[in-house]
């Protein structure tokens, strides 16, 4: 099966700083979101971006299919960023969601 | 609001009695599943639902059942619970299948003891 991989495992940020996660996958896809855990577990849509670049406020996200990976961009990080980030795909002519083994996001005050 | 429910949220049971989540959508969505995220093993699919009376087997199904009888239902039924289904589990829904974009319910934290 495919695989997806998620670097760093771990990120501290202080408040109102700017990072970077990455998403590399191992076969070509047809779905590729992000997701947001939060700490009370709910999973957040954040992006479906399978190519491409998408904005969502302080959220933005990149995708580059031909060379197997997505990152996400956090700016001006605040505490409720807090929590674990998924990137997830589909392979092409697979027909489920892989998950990565997530970003672990914590943000001081 | 467009959303993905379930039920119960939280579940504390024994051993071999018989249990139902229950997931709900209201945006008319072909596609179902159910996922259960454990501690170093992430998030794996159980079951999945193209549409009405379509089911079929996840990366683990082992101990679970599903039906779906009308489009905006899939529960998930643990016929004979066992400790090793502990475990948090999400129910996911798209418009258009496996590619399309997939909204996640709240999640429903099961406990067998």
């Known amino acids: 099966g495919i695989q997806v991989e998620q670097s760093p495992p771990d990120l501290i940020l202080q408040e109102g700083a700017n990072s970077t996660l990455r998403c590399n996958f191992s076969?070509?896809?047809?779905?590729l979101q992000w997701f947001h855990q939060n700490p009370w577990g709910q999973l957040i849509n954040l992006f479906y971006?399978?190519?491409g670049t998408k904005q969502n406020g302080r959220l933005s996200a990149t995708t580059v299919a031909t060379e197997r990976y997505s990152l996400l961009y956090i700016s001006s990080s605040q505490t409720t960023d807090s929590g674990v980030y998924f990137c997830?795909?589909?392979?092409?002519?697979?027909?489920?969601?892989?998950f990565g083994g997530g970003t672990r996001v914590l943000v001081k005050p | 609001e467009a959303q993905v429910t379930q039920n119960p949220r939280y579940l504390i049971t024994v051993t071999g009695k018989k249990l139902t989540v229950t997931c709900s959508q209201n945006?008319?969505?072909?596609?179902m599943s159910w996922y259960r995220q454990d501690p170093g093993l992430g998030l794996r699919q159980i079951y999945y639902?193209?549409?009405?009376?379509?089911?079929d087997k996840g990366d683990v199904p082992e101990g679970y059942k599903v039906s779906r009888k009308e489009k905006r239902n899939f529960p998930l039924i643990l016929e004979s619970p066992s400790p090793n289904q502990t475990s948090l589990y999400f129910c996911?829904?798209?418009?258009?299948?496996?590619?399309?974009?997939?909204?996640f319910g709240p999640g429903t934290r099961l406990t067998v003891l």
């Open positions: 996911a829904s798209s418009l258009a299948g496996y590619t399309d974009t997939q909204y």
């Open positions: 076969d070509s896809v047809n779905n």
């Open positions: 971006i399978p190519s």
């Open positions: 997830a795909v589909v392979r092409a002519a697979g027909n489920k969601l892989t």
């Open positions: 945006m008319n969505h072909e596609y």
């Open positions: 639902s193209m549409n009405v009376e379509v089911t």
